[in-house]
Structure formats: structure tokens, C-alpha cells
């Protein structure tokens, strides 16, 4: 059976009120006769992916799987391949085949498609499919993807199996929370850990949890695990309430209860002020730590005002010192609102519609599919800042006395402080970021109190007595690292605290393969970071396969001062370290106040000849290292100010400024504008995330219109 798609919706669609008769505009796919309620019941063969030796399409779900539906439930995916340096042609896909336990159903082009979220109708672009319930059977079932790119030396891929579930009812179990209210066994409880102890108890696999009182509530570490369920523990609220503990316990894991969690609704606020990060507990089998939890249309933040740029629980450091990510195991983002956190959705799944704001470090590295959502609000100068500290003299009688501090400040051995007057020799460990209590002077106030403890020495605190860790204290200049013998027998030394925290909204993490990925459509707006870092550091394996971001607005500040950022910018390819990309396609993207760097010094970036940078706004663009084979660069627009034309591209022009190339870059309005619209090239993109459709000639960037 195959789907043609509906063609593009229009924007007044985005907020209707009935949906119904756009909901019917997908396919509808059930299981085959055969299946009898349990997963793969119903096929005959099941579909595989092929192993990879070429390249093939990037295909990522939009919706969550483990969700059961007494009906119908409609499905996206977001799929890409580059057609043949394009992709203007139905995102250089042929078809998507979507295989739900033994039927069948293509859909040969993708649409815009609105659902219902918990935020109201959202439209997504994408392939879609409406699995229904067939009559007189329950039970759980298993969807496999298949993209087949226009591309025919291409192989297919195949995703899956992730597990929908036709259900006679929708929770096989609903419990509400009052902590007010007398405990009713298997209907009401005072706590979430009371009411999800019940629901492991008793094996109910797709329960609902409604908490019914406002306040602020945890999930605890309650004993038995519920990772194979076929579905989720779903929490949700009727009332304004939070999640978050209210004072620093431990480390600051929020913990899960040892469940696949789905949070959701507008009502609740998940509050990371005390919360360094959520995850499961150390017990968790890595067999089993990959499940994950599904973040909708919630709210998370942090009620400490100063937002990202706050020390966590008054420990005197940022949040993404303590753990690489806000949560583990890959979480799915849909329609969020996430501000002043930091490491705030590495490894997800997806993020879908959401709005993220004022967060801090890394953002979304090695995400699996960013789609239509808006970033607003990035830096860590607040943390690398040199910041005065204290100073320090030695007044005595010795001829020589100095002041060392080890190591780099995120490093293992760092935080040492060495005090050496004359001949004798003073430490003092301040411990390092990551660790809370081993250390013997933690803050620069107990370091101070220390060495106003050695003889003729005399230290000034200049900093809050708990604002920053001691071991971040280091020279100005020295951007966090430590320093050899300082003499502080001639004059006050000021020594400084700076983190030395750098972030990236999108990197290529070390330690893997970065492959099938999708940034698309999306607005990173006023981000001092390195916004696309694709040049991991080793250890092997450190490929790129089949990754594809096209109509993206990145704009940094115009004003950046974070050096790293600023020599930086965007990079692909690291000198000396080979990186072996294939298929990664970069398209119809703009970037505004930030460089793109191509690192090929010593053979840096391996790419194959379905790699394509095609239609991007770049204000200027470097191929360090000699020419990259097998790169197409094609369809460029770089700035007036400086820019040069790399050898190996084609169909550049340079001119231009923010101010002359887009609508009103100052609020943000990217829309082309005098040199871009005047210069016309091939388009290669279908649609802009406005809805607009690009036509055959086009403005190269994000936006058609």
C-alpha cells in the first residue's frame, strides 16, 4: 500500500481547535490478522537493517515509543539522504515503509502534519502513519521504519522494533497522589514512591499517576525494577505542582524511582535547583540503562535566580562539573520548556517543539533528531571570568617563598596548592570539581583561613566565602589552569578563580560512532558556544555515518568575547586525528557571527563523496589543511568582513552583513534580504520551518521566504 503526502499545510492550521480532519490525512495501519497481542506475533519475516557499507538515509522517529492507544495513534519519522547533492526532492527520500506487525503501508512523501501534544495542536513535518487498533485483539506491537533513499547506490535503513500498543484500555492502572489524604491501597497514595512501590508490586506495566494536592514532590529509590514494561509509570498533575527535592541531599540525584518515567502536562515544573541530575540508581544493570524516560510538555528550570550562571546548592560550582548530563539514558523531549540548566539534553532521543533558554555548557551533543524547536540564550562567561579571589604575601625573613596550584582545573589532579617559604614546603588538597567533601579546603575561604595559618603569610579573601571552589583559583590569563612556583615575596599576589567552562549546542562526543542523526528546521538563537562541533577527540570508534542538518538558523552574538568561541566557531575535522564521515550533509543552513572551520591539517577530515555542504550562510569559512577529497562545497554566501572562498568551493559570494543580508537581524528576523535575495542559486532544500516552500530558485539559507 503506499501514501502520497497532503502537500504543505498553512500556518493558521498551528493552533485550531479541531483536528480531526487533518489527523485523517495519514495512512492507517494495523497488525495483520496473525498477530495475536503479543509483540512479533504477527510477522512472518521480521524486517532488518542491512549492515552498513555504503551509505544510506538518516530516519529518526518523531514520537515516542511505549505509548498505548485504545484507537488510532498517528506515528512520524524525519528521514533525509542526499540526492544526488539536493535535497530539494522529497528531502531525498523515495519512501518510507513503516511495518507493524506483519501489514504494511509507504509513504512515498513527507507533509506537514499536525497532532495533539500536551500543549495543544503541533504541526511537524515528516512521514506519518496512523496505527489503529484492529477489532478484538490487545496487546503490544512492534513497528519497524524503512527509508529507501532516491539514491539507488544507497542501502536501505531500517529502525526498530519500538513498541505501540493497541490496548482495550488505555492505563492498567490509574492511582492519584495526596499527600493529605488517608493512604487507599491501589487507588491513593501520600507519596510517588508509595504509589510506583504498589504499582511494581502488583506488575502494572502502563499506569497512571495523578497527583491531585500542590507542593513539591520526589521520586525516591523504591526497590524491585520496571525496565522491560511495555510502557511507562505516567505522572502527570491536575494542579501547579514540582518535582524536585527542596534542600541539597547527597549528590544531588533526583533519582526515578527505578522506573521508565513519562512526565507530563503543563502543570508540572521539574525543579533542578537542588538536582545535579536524574537518573536511575547505581543497582541498574547496563543491560537495562538505555530505557528511557520521555519529558512532554512539562517545564524544567531551576528556582535559583540566577539561573545557569548560579554555584550548584551552594557548593560553589556549576551543575556541569558534577555530571556529564541533566538526565541519563537518553531521554525524548517533546514540546518542553527547559531553562537555566546545564548538559541539558545530551544523548536525547529527540527533541521535538521545544523552548530552551538561558542553560549553560553543552546542550544537545549527539542527540539523535533535534526537530523545530528554538534556543534562545547561551554562555559560560560567567564561569570564565577572572574573577579576583584572594591575595596573598610572604612578609617574613626568608629569602624566596612561592604559591603553586596542580593540575588543570577539570582534571583528576588538580586543586593541589603548594606553599614553599624558604626551605619548608606547605600543601593543602582543595579537591577537584567533581568531588564534594574529600577535600580538605574546599572554598576559597578555607583555603585562605590556611595559609593565614603559615608562618608571615598573610591572605585577603576578595571573593564570597562560598561562592567558587578553590581548586578553580589559578593566574590571570591563564584561562583555569594551574601554575608553577609564584613568587609572593615581593608584592601581593592576586590569584583569580576561573572554571574555565566551554560549551557547544551540538558536538560530537567522544568514544562513538555519530550516525543517523537529524538536526532540522530549527532557531539557536544568541548562543556564545561552538555551535556545530563535529571533531571528537579520540579514543576510536569516531565516525560519522548518515548524519543530516539542513534549515537551521545558528546565530551567535555579535559581541562574543569566550575565546575558545571566538577562534573557534563551528568546526568539522580534527588536525592529526583522522574522522571518517560519510554521508553528512550540511544545508541550507545560516549562521550568523560564527566562523565555520573545516580541520584537515594532517588528513583531519575523511569524507566520502556523498558528503555535502550545500546553500549555507556562513559569514566565513576555513579549509585548514589543504582540500578535503571528495567534499562537495557548493552554493556558499559569506560575509563582506573578511571572508575568503575556500579553493575547493564553488558558486560563492561574498557580501554583505547581517544588518544589509537579512530582515531585521537585530530581532532575530533571518528572512533573506538584499544581496541573499538578489542572489539566487539552485534550491536544495524542500520546505523552511515557516511552511514555506522553497522554489526551484532560491535564496541559499534557512528561510525561503
Not at 496505527?131 to 506491537?141: D, E, M, N, Q, S
Not at 560575509?639 to 579553493?647: L, M, N
Request: proline share 7%; aromatic share 10%.
Amino acid at each position: 500500500m503506499s501514501w502520497n503526502g497532503i502537500g504543505l499545510i498553512s500556518r493558521s492550521f498551528r493552533n485550531v481547535a479541531d483536528i480531526d480532519a487533518l489527523l485523517q490525512a495519514s495512512p492507517a495501519l494495523s497488525p495483520s490478522p496473525a498477530w495475536d497481542g503479543t509483540a512479533a506475533s504477527g510477522f512472518t519475516t521480521i524486517p532488518t537493517d542491512p549492515t552498513r557499507t555504503t551509505a544510506k538515509p538518516a530516519v529518526r522517529l518523531i514520537t515516542p515509543p511505549f505509548q498505548w492507544f485504545t484507537d488510532t495513534l498517528d506515528v512520524g519519522v524525519m528521514a533525509a539522504a542526499n540526492d544526488s547533492g539536493s535535497l530539494f526532492n522529497t528531502l531525498g527520500i523515495a519512501d518510507v515503509t513503516f511495518h507493524y506487525e506483519g501489514n504494511s503501508v509507504t509513504v512515498t512523501s513527507p507533509s506537514w502534519h499536525t497532532i495533539p501534544t500536551q500543549l495543544g495542536p503541533r504541526t511537524y513535518f515528516g512521514w506519518w502513519v496512523r496505527l489503529k487498533k484492529p477489532a478484538g485483539v490487545a496487546g503490544h506491537g512492534h513497528l519497524y521504519v524503512e527509508a529507501t533513499a532516491r539514491d539507488g547506490t544507497m542501502q536501505k535503513r531500517v529502525i526498530g522494533p519500538y513498541t505501540f500498543s493497541p490496548q482495550g484500555t488505555l492505563h492498567d492502572a490509574e492511582l492519584t497522589i495526596a499527600p493529605s489524604q488517608a493512604q487507599i491501597v491501589g487507588q491513593r497514595y501520600q507519596s510517588l514512591t508509595n504509589a510506583i512501590a504498589w504499582v511494581k508490586a502488583n506488575a502494572r506495566v502502563n499506569p497512571l499517576l495523578t497527583i491531585t494536592e500542590p507542593g513539591a514532590y520526589v521520586f525516591g529509590n523504591s526497590t524491585g525494577e520496571l525496565y522491560t514494561n511495555p510502557g511507562y509509570v505516567n505522572v502527570t498533575a491536575t494542579v501547579p505542582v514540582s518535582i524536585g527535592p527542596t534542600a541539597f541531599e547527597g549528590t544531588g540525584n533526583l533519582r526515578n524511582d527505578r522506573a521508565k518515567l513519562h512526565i507530563f502536562g503543563p502543570n508540572i515544573t521539574m525543579d533542578f535547583r537542588y538536582g545535579a541530575v536524574m537518573e536511575h540508581s547505581a543497582a541498574v544493570p547496563a543491560s537495562v540503562a538505555q530505557l528511557s524516560p520521555w519529558l512532554d510538555g512539562v517545564t524544567i528550570t531551576t528556582s535559583e535566580p540566577l539561573g545557569s550562571d548560579a554555584d550548584f546548592a551552594d557548593l560553589g560550582i556549576p551543575r556541569s562539573v558534577l555530571n556529564a548530563v541533566l538526565f541519563v539514558s537518553g531521554p525524548w523531549f517533546t514540546e518542553v520548556s527547559l531553562d537555566g540548566l546545564h548538559n541539558s539534553m545530551i544523548g536525547a532521543k529527540v527533541i521535538r517543539g521545544c523552548v530552551v533558554s538561558d542553560v549553560g555548557a553543552d546542550i544537545a551533543n549527539s542527540a539523535s533528531l533535534i526537530l523545530q524547536s528554538r534556543f534562545e540564550g547561551s554562555t559560560n562567561n560567567f564561569w570564565n571570568d577572572d574573577r579576583p579571589a584572594f591575595s596573598v604575601q610572604y612578609t617574613g625573613p626568608e629569602a624566596t617563598a612561592t604559591i603553586a596550584r596542580s593540575g588543570n582545573v577539570m582534571g583528576t589532579n588538580g586543586g593541589i596548592w603548594t606553599v614553599k617559604i624558604g626551605a619548608n614546603t606547605f600543601t593543602r588538597d582543595t579537591g577537584r570539581p567533581a568531588f564534594f567533601t574529600t577535600a580538605q579546603s574546599r572554598l576559597f575561604g578555607e583555603l585562605v583561613a590556611w595559609l593565614n595559618t603559615l608562618p608571615d603569610i598573610t591572605a585577603t579573601l576578595l571573593i564570597e566565602p562560598f561562592d567558587r571552589i578553590a581548586s578553580s583559583g589559578t593566574l590571570p590569563g591563564f584561562a583555569g589552569q594551574g601554575f608553577g612556583d609564584t613568587s609572593i615575596k615581593t608584592a601581593p599576589l592576586t590569584v583569580v578563580s576561573n572554571l574555565d567552562i566551554h560549551g557547544d549546542f551540538y558536538q560530537h562526543q567522544a568514544g562513538g560512532n555519530l550516525e543517523n542523526s537529524i538536526i532540522a528546521f530549527n532557531e539557536v538563537l544568541d548562543y556564545e558556544v561552538q555551535i556545530i562541533f563535529l571533531s571528537p577527540p579520540n579514543p576510536a570508534p569516531r565516525s560519522e555515518l548518515d548524519v543530516m542538518i539542513f534549515g537551521n538558523v545558528f546565530h551567535a552574538p555579535g559581541n562574543v568575547t569566550d575565546p575558545v568561541v571566538l577562534i573557534g566557531g563551528s568546526q568539522w575535522g580534527r588536525p592529526s586525528l583522522p574522522l571518517p564521515a560519510s554521508h553528512v550533509v550540511i544545508a541550507h543552513n545560516t549562521w550568523v557571527n560564527q566562523q565555520f572551520l573545516i580541520r584537515n591539517e594532517g588528513g583531519g577530515l575523511a569524507a566520502d563523496a556523498y558528503c555535502l555542504m550545500r546553500n549555507n550562510v556562513i559569514p566565513n569559512i576555513s579549509v585548514i589543511g589543504g582540500d578535503v577529497p571528495n567534499l562537495t562545497i557548493d552554493g556558499l554566501h559569506l560575509f563582506a568582513s573578511g571572508a575568503v572562498a575556500p579553493a575547493q568551493a564553488v558558486n560563492v559570494t561574498i557580501s554583505g552583513s547581517p544588518a544589509s543580508l537579512f530582515a531585521d537581524a537585530d530581532a532575530f528576523n533571518f528572512s533573506p534580504a538584499g544581496e541573499l535575495l538578489a542572489g539566487l542559486r539552485t534550491a536544495a532544500l524542500t520546505v523552511d520551518f515557516n511552511k514555506a516552500v522553497f522554489p526551484a530558485s532560491a535564496p541559499v539559507g534557512a528561510l525561503a521566504k
